[in-house]
């Protein structure tokens, strides 16, 4: 199908010509949360590349994408505004993360359409590079043989300063929740010394809760961990209380990073204007994709707080947030495992996506600039009694290896 004519008065019609007529999902094992892999199929020969992947239920979600599909077959992928409020607004309980991640696959992989139709990356179709084509990554994942203990994570943050990483986030709250003991609380204090003794001044200590603690905790625990400099202090609450939330934000001393549960502009737009937070994490594979995540960027600006998004995903979502975070003024620094995940994530693309020296460079090429390596995903192909996604919650969740079957 030839989708060009040689006169620019004819690109409307065009991108009107072009339409969705099928979508695969690929569920691809990992040994501490399947990953699910999107391709959006076109009329036109190209296909669009997502991520799809949420804490759990992989198969869920591809159900849910084949189930949706009558809202995307047929479309023109040029129109991501319409097929986004149709998928949204029509499943009427929209606001669940398992239909906020269909809406958000499908918004991507047309965005990565677009950029190949074009033949543009997707950076410059959302308003150019305002960061480059490097972006400063931290590192997570890096702490699953520290033990629990202090000298293990002492020893593996300084490996991940030889690494070239000048930032690292970990959750030394073990099992925690809602409350700890003095003996608990005392220990997670000594981890957090042990890595900043072990790392120096100029390293950023980006110290994660995962939603552990009552707003009350919270604020003691941060009260502690003041003298340790860190950069900000994450998901202090569970995500269902914005005001924990911003009893937090009001009286930590450490600035407050949050979002990664949170879905669409809607429940950004409360944590900007009720609530001091200093960092927002929307994870655009489930918030609803490029389309919302430029208007939750756009929320947060008009406020003067900093985008870091959530990335505990493979590397298409590696990829595509270096795209969109190019484009935002107030993007600050993006989260990466990728260093620290299975040995064969680099296997996955055709061209490995690239993080070196703490930075994770942009893919050239139209759209992501990316491709899956179906050989690779088919043989790491997710099955139930290989893998299961890591409790956070389960003693020894952060060695990842609760469940390696």
Known sequence: MDIFNSSVDDEANVMSDVRITGVETYLVANPWK???????????????????????KPRTVAQAIDEMSNFFIGKDPFDTEQIWIEMYRDEWFSKNVINTTVCSAVDIACW????????????????GSVHGTELRAYANGWYTEADGEPAGFADAA??????????????????A????????????????????E????????????????????AVEIARELDEFDPTWFEEPCPPDSINSLAEVADKSPIPVATGERHMTKHDFFELVTRTDVDVVQPDLMNTGGITEG?????????????????????????AIYGHFCTS?????????????????????????????????????????????????????????????????????WETRAVDKR
Not at 41 to 49: I, P
Not at 294 to 318: M, Y
Not at 366 to 384: K, N, R
Request: hydrophobic share 40%; net charge negative.
């Open 294 to 318: 430029k208007k939750i960027a756009g929320l947060a600006e008009a406020d003067h707080v900093d985008v870091a998004p959530h990335n505990p995903q493979g590397p298409v979502a590696g």
């Open 328 to 396: 935002i003024p107030n993007f600050r620094i993006q989260e990466m495992f990728q260093t620290y995940d299975v040995d064969w994530v680099d296997d996955l693309l055709t061209e490995p996506l690239v993080v070196e020296d703490g930075y994770m460079q942009i893919p050239e090429g139209p759209g992501y600039g990316i491709e899956l390596d179906h050989d690779v995903v088919a043989e790491h192909e997710y099955t139930e009694d290989k893998v299961h996604t890591i409790n956070l919650f389960e003693k020894d």
């Open 198 to 217: 072990a790392v120096g001044p100029d390293v950023d200590l980006l110290i994660e809760c995962h939603g552990r603690f009552s707003a009350g905790q």
């Open 112 to 127: 990565d359409i677009k950029g190949k139709l074009l033949d543009k990356p997707v950076y410059e179709l959302l308003g």
């Open 177 to 196: 929740w809602q409350s700890m003991s003095r003996k608990d609380q005392n220990h997670a204090v000594d981890i957090v010394r042990a890595v900043r």
């Open 34 to 56: 399947p990953w699910v892999f999107v391709e959006v199929e076109t009329d036109a020969g190209v296909t669009g590349l997502a991520e799809a992947t949420t804490h759990d």
């Open 158 to 175: 300084e490996r991940v300063v030889d690494d070239g990483y000048d930032a690292m986030k970990f959750d030394p709250f073990g099992t």
